[in-house]
């Protein structure tokens, strides 16, 4: 069979000056470069993809996986032209269309039909195949009688089911796609995965990148795992499967300081996070009932400074069922005495983890009244191993996600 | 869908990956929608709708008669102020929003930057078609004002496509200057409203260049829209309307040049938007 995408030793570099890290480039501080002081130190190197090879075939559905901060965003949006490469080449045969985001130029000012011709054009279809599909776009998405309405006034469900819909119906020889199946409520999700599937069935080639490794599972022939802007493996599903899940859990704490996929004003970031075991060990495999710790190192970005931030760790299943969001905020220890010190750590300690056997990650998050100021997806893999929750030598059936402290009585005195 | 199986594209480091004027026009649909997209949205949720592209022009039209015409007392060509006055809104008016639009339109379209590829020329482009609709619509307006003073055009109107085009090759050119220096730095959206702002006294617009004095006139054509405003009144006043033409040679070729050096950065820059923005 003929390659339809071959990548031959792509390279991607991003130079960061220090003053990015601030929110605006600004001229002053241009000239000021120029003129006054040549500061080359300022500006770091960060290679987000280096010595990346990989061939997919015409027809073949591939998989990329890796950790957050792996460059697989990265790896897409040079493949969709999006950003230039650094070095390597890329020889693509057919055209490509990529859906890094569901909904791309939607406006809430334009009704469902004008955002279908919108979007649609953006995504690169012609007047003429958005008539074509026009009926067919408004009944997967289930929004007939909202047509004429303007996007503002459609709830958050409705938009992002129009948005799918539309882009679900591009017909390129390759297909681009990154994490879009997460949106939405169960029942689409189900409708979306079947249209993927469908895709692939034409003999299109897709590349797709996702979190959930059911849909990984179901959809790819073969998968390419990164690791750090690497390239580790390109096999067969399964197997780079359980390389990824394996390979996760090997770091006992995670330096956040360099990762981009980040959101937030910037003005709090996390630089490193871990967690630490009921003796005082950082360690990326704990036990059901053990007295932990989850840490996260932060410094301030800038002079100003900060009162009362609101730190989170948000504890998800590596199969992306969120478990629970831990806060200083809702636990009622709030930071609010005096300012927080430039640098420090914050440590939530919970004296009994009530999580069962299974593999987990938690996302970090910090805000400030009003604002998000850093937020990491993915910041952190560890695994739960079966311990003695209830100290009582019986350990529980591992096939439940959650663990309870309990009392149980045999009451018989009103019968 | 097709397309020549043999049809394989290389992506390599700094390399363009088509024409570039042949992508562009590839993807002219894109130009289109998001000029209709823009046109739309522009009088959505507005009581007046359109009738603000009308309301705009005659207030200010009103103003500078009164305040130029009246009461400082400036020449007029022999046409009725208001007229002479209206004939430098049209290429004013549409100079000033096309070149704030454009200026914005990156940043207003970040998100778009960052998650699809289509050459990115199309987005400060398409804030042209949107400002030619209200350009036409406020001409209509001058023909009804020309009707109410019983003026009669000369027959040069004829020429009015062209000095609209070199309106059009000059908000297009320093909309693309700015929309490229904004992308970076954040600075220059608050030299979009300054250059606006100044620029309305700065160009002939509330009078007509003959009241400049010969030995700055050279000097003052420098300005790009001093050619535009100056052949707007040219073809329309007629006869009463002496035009310096070396004046207005050197304000076209500047225009044509600035123009291509705009276009040229923007390309250059145009890869690394995505990363930057």
Known sequence: ?415 | MNRIDDNIEVLEPGKRFSSYWGELWQYRELFYFLSWRDFLVRYKQTVLGVAWSVIRPILTMIVFTVVFGKLAKFPSEGVPYAIMVYCALLPWQFFATTFSEAGNSLLANARMLTKIYFPRLIIPASSLLVNLIDFFISFVILLGLMAYYQFMPSWKIVFIPVFLFMAMITSLGAGVLIVTLNVKYRDFRYVVPFVVQLGLYVSPVGFSSNIIPGKWQFLYSLNPMVGVIDGFRWSILGEGYTMNWAAFSLSAALTVLFFFISVTYFKRMEKSFADII
């Open chain 1, 1 to 415: 069979m003929s390659v339809a995408v071959d990548v031959q030793g792509l390279g991607k570099k991003y130079l960061i000056s220090k003053s990015d890290k601030q929110q605006y480039n600004t001229f002053r501080d241009r000239i000021y470069q120029l003129f006054i002081k040549k500061d080359s130190n300022s500006v770091e190197e960060f290679w987000a993809l280096k010595d990346i090879s990989f061939k997919v075939k015409k027809g073949e559905r591939v998989g990329i996986i890796g950790r957050n901060g792996a460059g697989k965003s990265t790896l897409l949006k040079i493949l969709s032209k999006i950003t230039d490469l650094t070095e390597g080449r890329i020889e693509i045969k057919g055209k490509v269309a990529s859906l890094l985001e569901v909904g791309t130029g939607f406006h809430p000012e334009l009704t469902g039909r004008e955002n279908i011709y919108l979007n649609g054009s953006i995504l690169g279809m012609s007047r003429d195949e958005i008539n074509a599909k026009m009926e067919e776009i408004i009944s997967f998405a289930e929004i007939e009688k909202f047509l004429d309405v303007p996007v503002k006034r459609y709830s958050s469900g409705m938009t992002v089911r129009l948005a799918f819909s539309v882009a679900a119906h591009l017909e390129p020889e390759i297909l681009v796609v990154d994490e879009v199946l997460a949106v939405g409520d169960a029942a689409f999700q189900k409708k979306c995965l079947g249209k993927m599937e469908d895709v692939a069935q034409k003999g299109r080639t897709v590349l797709f990148v996702s979190h959930q490794m059911e849909a990984i599972d179901k959809l790819c022939d073969s998968c390419v795992l990164l690791e750090n802007g690497k390239f580790v493996m390109h096999d067969e599903t399964s197997k780079v499967i359980d390389a990824y899940l394996s390979a996760s859990k090997k770091y006992s704490e995670v330096d956040l300081s360099c990762i981009k996929s980040r959101h937030g004003e910037g003005r709090i970031r996390f630089t490193k996070t871990w967690i630490e075991n009921g003796r005082g060990e950082k360690t990326p495999i704990v036990k059901s009932g053990d007295s932990i710790k989850i840490v996260a190192e932060y410094e301030l970005v800038g002079a100003e400074p900060i009162a009362n931030p609101a730190f989170a760790f948000a504890v998800n299943t590596i199969r992306n069922v969120a478990i629970t969001d831990l806060s200083n905020f809702t636990a009622g220890d709030e930071f609010d005495e005096h300012e927080i010190p430039n640098k420090g750590k914050v440590v939530c300690e919970i004296p009994s983890l009530t999580l069962n056997t299974g593999s987990y990650y938690f996302n970090v998050l910090v805000r400030t009244p009003g604002a998000v100021e850093d937020w990491i997806t993915e910041a952190f893999y560890f695994d739960v191993e079966a311990g003695d929750f209830f100290k009582s030598g019986n350990l529980p059936d591992t096939a439940r996600l959650i663990l309870m402290n309990q009392d149980w009585k045999l009451d018989f005195r009103d019968q």
